[in-house]
């Protein structure tokens, strides 16, 4: 007998024992949902599978009585515009701040505690400020995002551009690099990978600040449907809508993988190594 | 060409190096060998720019060596010489890029000549056969050679090497001296290499330069710093005086562990 941590599944079982924990969770809730609606066809906390398919046909599929949109598709537009607006305000801010501060010395002495202190602010706290500066229109949902995530890109990319060996500065120096060349040629391709991680790992709260900032205030998208319908107990809507997101956000982030595997190979290799 | 004056290093109370002082004429090939942390890498860093004596001063013709990296100076580290996101090519072409374009990218006709030359240089290193592989996928053996091209491309005047070849199996080390020498001779190069291993430096090269300390205060291994105890023009020397260097060498070292 083999010890426990050598054994390995095979492919086969590999994928069976993947889908084991989904299968379970789907036969519990689907046991437990049709148990309660056999005691009471009026319960509302675990719809079935058919009351489920039935509200999102009813939102995707059939324009709103009251505006006309489907507001499904409405939802997922507005909210993912949200997100790739302020991911990529984050994005570029970060690598920006990042890149300076990890390249510069003297950009360094000067901005990198700033950032430190600045990354400290929860920025869930700063919702109602940027509620009264921007009003509630879209700007101050897209700046959450932004400010929420930019700190935490900045910092990542800072320490990473710091992790480059000092030896390829020195050598391009001796290849007759200047700064801007150095900035451009070495430092800025080797960075582009590590902020597509970088981006990765923060989608998760740039969803969280998205849907808390919908919730709050908005007339439309994911978070705020969410919200609006909680007030009917509407699982049958609700339930359908964040596997929604969790589908999502799983396309995004293998969408970012794969965008980086193809654009950056030698980064595969590199990580494949370590 | 260079001139050595009175170089002294400390690193706080540290003493690394004492009042070195030395000539190297155009075209040498110095060997430097010494135990680990004699201060030997510090030197070449100081010969290279990126650090500076705390006394004294290295003069290059005449003048004080410039204080940063320039591409007068080539320089082949152990490791993290090239550049991980280029193809080997890339990595020889970029060095005329930084040359001959502001921006750090060449285009058209500039690129087509850069390529052309790259090439060539790289069929002499012997990575002709490897040129759009990305240096992860190469040994460390080919790695070193790429870093070589890239380092002689802009014909450098003088060329650092720090232990290039100390992460080698000693088959390919024999193949990368072979090239070393090859190079230097075809190019004219002035040639510093630090190495630990004394039989690289009898092997290679014109002159052998041996960091050591002068004197040893058992109390305070620190108090003194290291010096060239031997200067000697390779080939003259006979095997009694190495073995001699060698006995030396580890007698210090052991003083200094114990």
């Known amino acids: 007998m083999k010890r426990l941590i050598n054994v390995r599944p095979s492919r086969v079982w590999r994928i069976g024992l993947a889908l084991l924990p989904f299968a379970v969770i789907l036969l519990l809730y689907i046991s437990a949902s049709d148990a309660r609606l056999a005691e009471n066809p009026q319960d509302k906390l675990l719809p079935s599978f058919t009351q489920m398919g039935d509200a999102i046909n009813r939102l995707a599929f059939e324009p709103s009585k009251r505006s006309g949109d489907y507001l499904f598709w409405q939802d997922t537009l507005s909210s993912l515009r949200r997100l790739g607006i302020g991911m990529a305000i984050a994005a570029s801010l970060g690598m920006l701040f990042g890149l300076l501060t990890g390249a510069l010395p003297v950009v360094n002495a000067s901005f990198a505690p700033l950032l430190t202190v600045v990354s400290l602010v929860p920025p869930m706290a700063l919702l109602p400020v940027l509620f009264i500066v921007f009003g509630l229109g879209e700007v101050s949902k897209v700046a959450l995002i932004a400010i929420g995530i930019t700190p935490f890109i900045a910092r990542d990319i800072q320490k990473r551009s710091l992790e480059i060996p000092r030896e390829q500065l020195v050598k391009a120096q001796t290849l007759g690099a200047n700064s801007w060349q150095i900035i451009v040629r070495v430092l800025i391709p080797q960075l582009l990978p590590r902020l597509i991680d970088a981006v990765r790992l923060s989608l998760g709260s740039a969803w969280l600040f998205l849907i808390a900032a919908e919730a709050i205030a908005s007339t439309d998208g994911l978070g705020y449907r969410v919200f609006l319908v909680r007030r009917y107990l509407s699982m049958d809507v609700i339930l359908p809508y964040v596997a929604w997101i969790a589908l999502l956000a799983f396309i995004i982030d293998y969408a970012l993988a794969k965008l980086s595997a193809v654009a950056f190979p030698w980064h595969a290799q590199q990580e494949g190594k370590s | ?258």
């Open chain 2, 1 to 258: 060409m260079i001139e050595i004056r009175n170089v002294w290093k400390r690193f706080d109370d540290n003493i690394i190096l004492e009042n070195i002082s030395a000539t190297v004429k155009e075209g040498e090939f110095v060997t430097l060998v010494g135990a680990s942390g004699c201060g030997k890498s510090t030197f070449l860093r100081m010969l290279l720019g990126t650090d500076s004596p705390s006394q004294g001063s290295i003069l290059l013709d005449g003048k004080a060596i410039p204080s940063e990296p320039d591409s007068g100076r080539g320089v082949v580290f152990q490791q993290y010489s090239v550049f991980p996101h280029l193809t080997v090519l890339e990595n020889v072409v970029i060095a005329r890029a930084f040359e001959r374009s502001r921006l750090g990218f060449l285009w058209g006709a500039a690129k087509k000549t850069a390529r052309e030359e790259a090439a060539e240089l790289l069929n002499i290193v012997g990575l002709s056969h490897m040129l759009h592989r990305y240096p992860d996928e190469l040994s460390g053996g080919m790695r070193q050679r790429l870093a070589i091209a890239q380092a002689l491309i802009l014909k450098p005047r003088i060329l650092l090497l720090d232990e290039p070849f100390g992460a080698l199996d000693p088959g390919i080390r024999a193949d990368m001296h072979e090239l070393v020498l090859n190079l230097w001779r075809k190019h004219k190069l002035t040639v510093f290499m630090v190495t630990h291993d004394l039989k690289e430096g009898f092997h290679l090269g014109t002159r052998l330069w041996v960091f050591d300390k002068l004197r040893v205060d058992p109390q305070a291994p620190n108090a003194y710093g290291a010096g060239i105890t031997y200067d000697l023009p390779v080939g003259a020397c006979e095997p009694e005086l190495l073995e001699e260097i060698d006995g030396s060498l580890s007698a210090n070292k052991q003083a200094e562990e114990i």
